[in-house]
């Protein structure tokens, strides 16, 4: 793994202690002998693992080397997701199978950050004893004051600031984990929505933009550090701006729009997604400022969650199933050679067969080219928990199946569509011989397809051209360079 140290424009690549090549990373401040050497283990979404990246940053510039292994560290630090019932499960798991080296005295500190500390973290400090400290998403710039505290024994802590979340900016310390040539940048954090079925906005609290400036700087950052492909996140993009002052003297706050037309400019970036619309935001500003764009992609993730009536106004998503075709459409007049992704829960509670005939039509009308679908499930502190007629589990099981069955054939025949064409491939891993894993503009990291792709020397962050040969099992494309 390369790690890439980012502070402002300052960058610092890896340093090993003198004659080994340890998997350890030890930061200027931590040279020649570092406060301790830290490991992290990061869950859940992107934005989780920049708040990691982030956290990363602030404890190598406070002396801390950074360590791949567990078993090289003196310290652990487990950052968790608590979204659903099963992200908490994996959460939990991850803490208690690193417990035992604590008890054991490997690990002088086990540190739990992130979402399950933001919701629970006074009941989790009485269930995890193990555990020397908690910390929430508002507190966790402060991690290595609160590493120090822990190392020298100085009292369990819980540090969690209810109905907040720290929002990094251009002049954090932060580390790029990952390949180095793809990452993400979150431009705002929180949510103000109402989603029935979403605890987001009490555990991230309420919505705050990143400004342009920052933003922008960010990105100049890295692409001096070798970045081609940046992943723009939020819970809710749209939202971009709302609490912003204006750009210019007596102009209106800016919109995502103006976000998207400025970091197209940016020299050095290949590729820009724009990731988390919300579909009753997307406003035909943004879809000229999307078609018209060259860096920022012309790839659209607006998760739409139903599509009856009845469940988006049970689900308080403020829109309708003829407002969301017409998005559809509004979409991909505007956006040429548009990639559209979208998510839908089936399973929500007092969704009957004809709401979810309904859904299955809107999913074959508007053949989306990447689409998710989750069963919902009941979360603590919102306004599904207290609806009746709760579906059963192997209704939702079975619609869900029935609806990822619909989808595969959509997507079969929409790959299938695009094999002989040229493409861009941007390489993420060489897999030995002639062979490496890559994606293609339309493939977001982690939750779309890749393109396994055949040619001379390929390396992680190639951009080559190449000719689409195949599908693979459905999801994936084959492609060969073309010289
Ligand atoms: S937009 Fe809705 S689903 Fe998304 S984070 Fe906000 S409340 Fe949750």
Not at 194 to 217: E, H, N, Y
Not at 318 to 329: I, K, P
Not at 372 to 383: I, L, M, N, P
Not at 402 to 418: C, F, G
Request: contains cysteine.
């Amino acid at each position: 793994m390369r790690l890439i140290f980012l502070v402002g424009l300052l960058r610092f690549e890896r340093y090993s202690a003198p004659g080994t090549d340890s998997s350890i990373h030890y930061p200027p401040a931590a040279m020649p002998s570092p406060k301790a050497t830290v490991y992290f283990h990061s869950l859940g979404c992107p934005k989780n693992l920049l708040d990691t990246e982030v956290m990363l940053g602030s404890l190598a510039m406070a002396g801390y080397a950074i360590a791949e292994a567990l078993e090289d560290a003196d310290v652990a630090v487990v950052n968790t997701c608590s979204f659903i019932d099963s992200a908490r499960e994996e959460s939990i798991q991850a803490i208690l199978d690193v417990a035992d080296l604590r008890e054991s005295g490997q690990l002088r500190a086990l540190v739990v950050a992130g979402c399950l500390p933001q919701r629970y973290g006074a009941e989790l400090a009485k269930e995890l004893p193990e555990v020397d400290a908690f910390v929430g998403t508002g507190a966790y710039q402060e991690i290595a004051p609160i590493l120090d505290d822990a190392l020298e024994g100085r009292g369990r802590g819980v540090y969690v600031e209810t109905g907040h979340t720290h929002l990094y900016d251009d002049t954090s310390p932060r580390i790029l984990t990952g390949a180095g040539h793809s990452t993400y940048m979150k431009i705002a954090e929180g949510c103000d929505r109402v989603c029935a079925f979403c605890a987001i906005p009490g555990i991230r609290g309420k919505f705050q933009s990143r400004t342009l400036d920052s933003l922008l700087t960010e990105a100049k950052q890295l692409a001096e550090a070798g970045v081609r492909e940046v992943n723009l996140v939020a819970q809710d993009s749209t939202s971009w701006g709302k609490d912003l002052a204006a750009l210019s003297e007596g102009g209106g706050r800016p919109r995502l729009e103006d976000m998207v037309r400025a970091l197209d400019e940016v020299g050095g970036l290949d590729w820009i997604r724009l990731l988390y619309l919300y579909p009753s935001a997307v406003t035909d500003g943004l879809i000229e400022a999307l078609g018209a764009a060259e860096r920022v992609l012309p790839y659209v993730d607006v998760p739409l969650q139903h599509g009856s009536d009845r469940m988006l106004s049970l689900m308080k998503r403020g829109t309708t199933a003829e407002r969301q075709r017409r998005l559809v459409e509004r979409l991909r007049a505007g956006i040429p050679g548009l990639t559209l992704r979208t998510t839908f829960i089936v399973g929500f509670p007092g969704e009957t067969d004809a709401d979810f005939e309904d859904l299955c039509a809107f999913v074959r009308w508007a053949r989306f080219d990447r689409l998710g679908v989750f069963r919902y499930s009941d979360e603590e502190d919102t306004a599904a928990l207290d609806l009746e007629h709760k579906v059963p589990r192997d209704v939702a099981r079975d619609r869900y199946r029935a609806l990822t069955a619909i989808q595969s054939e959509i997507m079969k025949e929409r790959l299938a569509e695009q094999i002989g064409s040229e493409v861009d491939v941007l390489v993420d891993a060489p897999m030995g011989g002639e062979q490496a894993l890559g994606r293609l503009a339309s493939q977001a990291p982690e939750i779309d397809g890749a393109t396994f792709v055949k040619g001379p020397n390929l390396k992680a962050g190639d951009l080559v051209r190449a000719r689409l040969t195949r599908v693979r099992a459905g999801v994936d494309l084959e492609a060969e360079v073309i010289a």
